[in-house]
């Protein structure tokens, strides 16, 4: 397994009038900084504690060590500002944005990620909070672009490869492209439609773990309008490639629907990691090239017999 992680800055690297900032508004002098691993975000992801015992969650990244990373920070900021309070997703407390650094403060949810290989217990309590998001968020609260915005071309990462082949493609997929790029394109189609304000990046390493044992969803820079069984389909993804079984997840859906998506991402995630890592991000390409990898036997069991 390839870990989603990318190289963070902590707490201290940030600025003294950012710091400053942050502390006023948690409330205090912050005395303690915890950082924490998961997500590829090269900036700051430190749980906080002031010297009075307030907790915050503070999220920081300058665009001098990714643009891109903070242009998402921006969107999660708009996004996670616009969640009703009675989803399963942290309060925003402040942010700051003064050009040079985009920093969001969030409630600090106690909990831990999901166990990987994901163990049924917390599969079931990721499909309820999922469940509750999909209730809440339909029709979505905000505008946001549609995920076909996002994954039309890389949907069509099997037509890439077919065009241009890596000498190491797995075997199978090589002598089955043509019926990858036709899943794919069914997966997009399918995707197309519904107007429910979906997370669209579910990963165990997005998800907290409260000590009740309810799930929390964090990190929203990804929120698009999708089908309302979307993030089900990503959380039965998520579960596939880390091992679990994602027979709980996809109950009830369409699973020709899940095998197109699942196709479709499997093409996106190989055909990109054949590219250079962006800036401060070095493992992300490894950690797209495992994914890829892990969902073929999955396509090759499904495709054969729809």
Known sequence: ???AAGTRIG???LPADVREQVEGIIGGRVVEAVSQTGGFSPGTADRVVTEAGRRAFVKAVTPALNEHSAELARQETRITSALPDHVPAPRVLGWIDDGDWVVLVLED????????PWVEGEIDAAVTALAQLAESLTPAPLTVPAVTSILTEGFAGWRRIAADPPADLDPWAAAHLPELIAAAERGLAAISTGDTLAHCDIRADNMLVRPDGRLVIVDWP???IAPIWFDRVLLALNVTVHGGDPERVIAGLDRR???DVFAGFAGFFRDVSRLAPPPSLPSVRAFQRWQADALLP????????S
């Open 1 to 3: 397994m390839v870990p």
């Open 11 to 13: 707490w201290a690297d």
């Open 109 to 116: 949810i106690e909990g831990s990620h999901p166990r990987t």
């Open 222 to 224: 990804w929120g698009a």
């Open 257 to 259: 629907i899940v095998t």
């Open 298 to 305: 999955w396509l090759g069991t499904e495709l054969r017999t």
